[in-house]
């Protein structure tokens, strides 16, 4: 399995731009999510899904889209670009459970906005 | 917000030695989690100990959980210098009023292992 994969690893953007995050999951994981990690700072939720044509809001979720439509994919997308969004991007998919059950990780994408 | 409050936010030890980190947390949960970062990589999952229990231990690691202070603490016995890493907790927090969302993570604890 190749578990949580991402692309890109890497993006410089202008402000103003509008791209797509990539994540895909072969574990059959129900609960997929998208987490962006600021200097210092732990993890914050910005969206997150528990199946298939389900989405929600996280605690951070303005600037940012998600959509859902199978359960392998989890694309988030930056629809104008700010500056404020530069930031390392992660989406973590788990089993659904009683609660947030244990995350798994993707190896992040590094986003710079200029 | 940050649920999780992880001290000390830095600890530098030398290999070998045990090494102790606390978090702590506003609200009820579900569960808490560890997570390990290694610098600039994603998180891995360490160790989950649900609400109805009080230990849990893991290969080297041993967390404890007590939710009439919500706090818990990570210990990592006889550190390697492999350790070095950032260790976050993370806790199950509702952001709509309904059901968990997501996982509340803290800003992390820093451990260095000095050879």
């Known amino acids: 399995n190749a578990g949580v994969t991402q692309t890109p690893k890497f993006q410089v953007l202008k402000t103003g731009q509008s791209m797509t995050l990539q994540c895909a999951q072969d574990?059959?994981?129900?609960?997929m999510s998208w987490y962006r990690q600021d200097p210092g700072m732990g993890l914050r939720l910005i969206h997150y899904?528990?199946?298939?044509?389900?989405?929600d809001q996280g605690e951070v979720p303005n600037g940012y889209n998600v959509s859902r439509s199978t359960t392998e994919d989890f694309p988030l997308r930056l629809l104008s670009a700010a500056p404020s969004q530069t930031s390392v991007y992660f989406c973590?998919?788990?089993?659904?459970?009683?609660?947030?059950?244990?995350?798994?990780f993707g190896p992040g994408t590094r986003l710079l906005v200029l | 917000s940050q649920q999780g409050e992880e001290d000390p936010q830095a600890l530098s030890i030398q290999e070998g030695e045990n090494a102790t980190m606390n978090c702590s947390y506003k609200t009820s949960i579900n569960n808490l989690q560890w997570y390990r970062q290694n610098s600039g990589r994603g998180l891995v999952h360490l160790i989950l100990?649900?609400?109805?229990?009080r230990e849990k231990h893991s290969g080297r690691l041993r967390v404890t959980l007590d939710t009439s202070k919500k706090s818990s603490s990570l210990l990592i016995t006889a550190s390697r210098a492999a350790d070095t890493a950032s260790y976050f907790c993370?806790?199950?927090?509702?952001?709509?009023?309904?059901?968990?969302?997501?996982?509340?993570f803290g800003k992390g604890t820093h451990l260095i292992i000095q050879p």
């Open positions: 993370a806790t199950d927090e509702t952001y709509s009023g309904g059901g968990a969302d997501g996982l509340t």
């Open positions: 574990m059959n994981h129900e609960y």
């Open positions: 899904s528990v199946g298939a044509g389900i989405t």
């Open positions: 100990i649900r609400s109805n229990e």
């Open positions: 973590a998919s788990s089993y659904s459970g009683s609660g947030i059950e244990t995350q798994y």
